[in-house]
């Protein structure tokens, strides 16, 4: 079955503060690894990871993917309150000629002023 | 549309009553998903279309859960003799191939 597991599961920190956000995935016919932050219902997507080692960044967030040992992580510098919410991570799946995501439970970041 | 639009955005039914979901893909995206978010986890894959045909529907839970999108744009996820179990955040999303997918706000489906 696949699975995918994100650490920790909540994290409180204060503003400022640099915060690493850990995912991994046990899958078969792995397609690419998404991360999505949650702030009410709609998930609003960050980055697609597909290749080892290539670090995709925009502004203060950052990731990168592990296709060996089977993870990734969504760095953010210089927190600020406005990223409190749950990040989300995904992997996309090959299945029955379709791809589907495999959602992680997330991670609940709450950054303190 | 400019986004994924799902509707209503809150429902509450009595158990045992039918409900549908409509969600309203991005103009043009052939891949439209449902999926089912409970509280405090991330979301379950319920069912994916691929233009007007399921192309995996092994996420739905069981016969009371049924979805269409005939014209292979506006999707409803219709739900059977609803239970209490079945309250959770209902998510639509929307995408092409080998792209990040666009999720809609959700209906928040509530059964007493």
């Known amino acids: 079955e696949d699975k995918v597991v994100q650490s920790p599961l909540s994290l409180v920190v204060h503003e400022g503060d640099t915060v690493t956000l850990n995912c991994s995935y046990e899958?078969?016919?792995?397609?690419?690894l998404l991360w999505y932050k949650q702030e009410k219902k709609a998930p609003t997507f960050l980055f697609m990871l597909?290749?080892?080692?290539i670090e995709k960044k925009s502004g203060r967030l950052s990731s990168i993917l592990d296709k060996k040992e089977l993870f990734s992580i969504l760095n953010i510098t210089a927190t600020q309150t406005g990223d409190s919410a749950i990040y989300l991570c995904?992997?996309?799946?090959?299945?029955?000629?379709?791809?589907?995501?495999?959602f992680g439970q997330g991670t609940r970041l709450t950054i303190n002023p | 549309g400019a986004g994924v639009s799902q509707t209503p955005s809150n429902k509450v039914t009595e158990k045992g009553k039918y409900v549908e979901l409509r969600c309203d893909p991005i103009?043009?995206?052939?891949?439209l998903y449902w999926y089912r978010q409970s509280l405090g986890q991330g979301p379950e894959f319920l069912i994916y279309?691929?233009?007007?045909?399921?192309a995996d529907d092994s996420g739905l839970p069981n016969d009371r859960f049924f979805a269409v999108r005939p014209e292979g744009s506006v999707s409803t996820l219709k739900i059977q003799r609803t239970e209490r179990g079945d309250s959770a955040v209902y998510l639509c999303?929307?995408?092409?191939w080998g792209r990040g997918y666009t999720f809609g706000s959700g209906t928040r489906l509530t059964v007493v």
């Open positions: 103009s043009g995206h052939t891949a």
């Open positions: 999303a929307s995408g092409e």
């Open positions: 279309f691929q233009g007007t045909g399921a």
């Open positions: 597909t290749s080892s080692g």
């Open positions: 995904a992997v996309s799946v090959q299945t029955q000629g379709a791809q589907k995501l495999v």
């Open positions: 899958v078969t016919n792995f397609r690419s």
